[in-house]
C-alpha cells in the first residue's frame, strides 16, 4: 500500500502553481464583494431581520443589491423561501418562458431533478404546452453550434445553460464558453431568455455568467454563494423583467419579491456571502488533490491538473459499485458531523435511481461543505464536492483513501 502521506505531501507540491491561481481568483472575488458591502453601507441593523410579510426589510434589500452589483445584474432575488437550487432555477424558467413557447437545452440533458421540471410531474413545462429539445455536446465535449442553431431557428421561448456537469461525464462550462453560447443565441434570436444554472459554479472564475451576456443566472445558497453559513435559500440574479417574473412564481402575481421574511438569518446570508470567495477556494483546492491522489491511483478522475475547473466538483468514476460505495461512506465516516452514521443508496425524489449521499454537514445536504454523492448506475462515478476547510478536506480524503487501498 502506497505511504498516503507522501501521496498527499507530493499532489500538494505538484498542484502548487493551480492553488496559486485558486488565490488569485479567490483575492479578486474578495474584492468585488468588499467593494459592494461597502457601496450598500451594510450595517448591523441590517441583520436582525422581519416577520409576517417581511415588508420594508433593509437587510434583504442591502444583501440583493449586493448580489446584483457582484454578479454583474440589473437586479437579485436572494430568498430562504426557496427550497432548493432546484426550486429556483424552475422559477427562473417559468419567469423566462410562456406556454406553448420552446425551452432549449443548450449543453446536454439538465441535472436530474430539473427532468422532472420539464415533463411528467404535475405542473411541469409539458403540462403548459412547453416544447422541449436538448442539444448534444459534440464527441469532444464542445458543442455543437450547428445543432444548437438548427433548435433555436424560428423558436421564441428560452435557452437553458448548466455550468456544471452535474451526474454526468461532460465537462464544466467555462466561462468563456457560457459567453460564447450566449453571443451564438442572441446572434440567431434575440428575443430568447438566456437561463444559466450555476450552481456549483459561483465564484471560481472572477466573472459569472451575466457578465458575459446571460439573462438570469441561478443558484443554490447552500452551495458555493452561502459559504457554509446560509442555512437554505436560493438567488435569482439578472435582467430586471426576468427576475420579477421568477419572484411572481416563486410567491404569487402581484406580490413578487415585496414579501418574504427573513426570520433573522439575514447575518448568516451576509456573512456566508462575505465568505464564500475564500470558501470556495478552499474547495477547488480540495477537489484537486483529490483528483490528482486518486487518478495516481488509477482511478479516472475529471477535471484533471491541465483542465480549467468552472465547479467545484470532482468526478471519480469506480467502475463497479463495491469501490464506490465504500469511498463514499469513508468521505461520512472522517466528516465533522454524523461521522458514525453509514450512508446507503435510496430513492431520493427526483431522481431515476437509487442515490447514495455522503454529507456529514453543518447545513443539511450543503454542497459547500465536504461531500460525496454518486447515482447508483454505471459507470458508477461519484461526485465529490466542497470542503470548508482544506485542511479537514485533506484529512478527510486521507482517511478514505487510506481505506480505499486497504480494501
Not at 56 to 65: K, M, N, P, Q, W
Not at 189 to 199: E, Y
Not at 336 to 362: K, N, Q
Request: one cysteine or more; proline letters at 5%; a negative charge.
Amino acid at each position: 500500500m502506497p505511504n498516503i502521506t507522501e501521496l498527499f505531501t507530493q499532489a500538494d507540491q505538484i498542484l502548487a502553481p493551480l492553488f496559486a491561481q485558486f488565490d488569485a481568483i479567490s483575492t479578486a472575488n474578495t474584492e468585488r464583494v468588499l467593494i459592494a458591502f461597502a457601496k450598500h453601507r451594510v450595517s448591523d441593523a441590517m441583520f436582525g431581520g422581519t416577520t409576517g410579510y417581511g415588508y420594508d426589510d433593509a437587510g434583504r434589500t442591502a444583501l440583493e443589491s449586493i448580489y446584483a452589483d457582484v454578479f454583474g445584474a440589473e437586479t437579485a432575488l436572494v430568498r430562504t423561501q426557496f427550497v432548493s437550487g432546484t426550486h429556483a432555477i424552475s422559477c427562473a424558467l417559468f419567469g423566462a418562458i410562456k406556454p406553448s413557447e420552446t425551452l432549449i437545452s443548450a449543453y446536454g440533458a439538465p441535472y436530474d431533478t430539473l427532468q422532472g421540471v420539464i415533463a411528467g410531474n404535475v405542473g411541469s413545462f409539458d403540462t403548459f404546452n412547453i416544447e422541449y429539445r436538448q442539444v448534444e455536446p459534440l464527441a469532444d465535449g464542445a458543442v455543437d453550434f450547428k445543432a444548437l442553431g438548427a433548435a433555436i431557428d424560428g423558436v421564441s421561448g428560452a435557452v437553458l445553460i448548466q455550468r456544471s456537469r452535474g451526474y454526468s461525464a461532460r465537462k464544466a462550462l467555462t466561462i468563456d464558453e457560457i459567453g460564447a453560447i450566449c453571443s451564438f443565441v442572441k446572434s440567431r434570436n434575440p428575443a430568447i431568455n438566456i437561463v444559466v444554472d450555476n450552481c456549483y459554479g459561483e465564484f471560481t472564475d472572477t466573472r459569472e455568467p451575466t457578465h458575459v451576456g446571460a439573462d438570469i443566472a441561478v443558484g443554490s445558497l447552500i452551495k458555493n454563494p452561502g459559504g457554509g453559513l446560509a442555512p437554505c435559500g436560493g438567488y435569482i440574479c439578472g435582467r430586471a423583467d426576468l427576475v420579477e417574473a421568477a419572484a411572481a412564481r416563486m410567491t404569487a402575481p402581484g406580490i413578487a419579491g415585496h414579501c418574504g421574511a427573513t426570520l433573522g438569518q439575514n447575518r448568516l446570508l451576509f456573512q456566508g456571502f462575505f465568505l464564500a470567495p475564500h470558501t470556495v477556494n478552499q474547495a477547488l483546492k480540495i477537489s484537486a488533490v483529490a483528483a490528482e491522489v486518486l487518478s495516481f491511483l488509477g482511478y479516472d478522475t475529471s477535471p484533471t491538473r491541465d483542465e480549467q475547473r468552472s465547479d467545484i466538483i470532482t468526478r471519480i468514476a469506480f467502475g463497479t459499485a463495491e469501490p464506490l460505495l465504500a469511498f463514499c461512506r469513508n468521505i461520512q465516516y472522517g466528516s465533522p458531523v454524523d461521522s458514525f452514521v453509514t450512508p446507503e443508496p435510496w430513492p431520493m425524489p427526483g431522481y431515476g435511481c437509487d442515490v447514495i449521499m455522503a454529507a456529514g454537514t453543518f447545513v443539511q445536504g450543503a454542497s459547500i461543505e465536504l461531500s460525496c454523492d454518486a447515482p447508483i448506475r454505471e459507470p458508477f462515478a461519484a461526485y465529490l464536492q466542497g470542503g470548508l476547510t482544506y485542511e479537514s478536506g485533506k484529512i478527510c480524503l486521507m482517511r478514505a483513501v487510506e481505506k480505499l487501498c486497504e480494501s
